[in-house]
């Protein structure tokens, strides 16, 4: 009962943060950047593609709307990072020592929040065995995930292998 929801998590985009957690273990955050506007560029193509394979019905998407949606989400911020970047860079760089605290501040008062508003599911849950079965079922997913992203690229750099395993993962 679990195969399918693995293999659409394993289908899924690579997260907006990856960027972050690489530069956080030292991997090549430019990368991750790449890796991260590709599978999100993928998705609507490769998601509704991996449902019919999988479960043989067909998925409708607005693509209008769904690469719009994408253009705001992962586009526009990095375009404006590009712009602010390029008119102002003796900010950004006097404020360089900021920018990683922040940044995981950020992240973690989203993944709080995300967490805090499905609290009672969560909570609800954590008495059956369901719920160990799944947290255990995607811990191994996500070290299998990892351990394939870090050895497939075998001839790059350890930082773009870094990359690599954390945008899989």
């Not at 957690?21 to 991750?32: E, F, I, S, Y």
């Not at 065995?129 to 497939?152: E, K, N, Q, R, S």
């Amino acid at each position: 009962s679990l195969a399918v929801p693995l293999m659409l998590l394993a289908a899924m985009p690579a997260g907006m943060s990856s960027p972050l957690l690489t530069d956080l273990v030292g991997g090549r955050k430019n990368l991750a950047v790449v890796l991260t506007l590709l599978t999100s560029i993928l998705a609507p193509l490769t998601i509704p593609l991996v449902i019919q394979i999988l479960v043989g019905s067909q998925v409708s998407l607005n693509y209008i709307s769904m690469f719009t949606s994408l253009s705001i989400v992962v586009v526009m911020p990095l375009v404006l990072a590009q712009i602010v970047l390029r008119t102002t860079p003796q900010l950004v760089k006097k404020t360089s020592w900021l920018h990683r605290p922040l940044s995981v501040v950020m992240l973690s008062l989203i993944i709080g929040g995300a967490v805090a508003d499905q609290s009672i599911p969560i909570l609800t849950s954590i008495g059956t065995g369901d719920a160990w079965t799944i947290l255990m079922v995607l811990f191994v997913c996500f070290i299998l995930f990892f351990v394939v992203g870090y050895i497939a690229p075998r001839w790059r750099s350890h930082g773009d292998r870094l990359a690599s395993a954390i945008c899989l993962a």
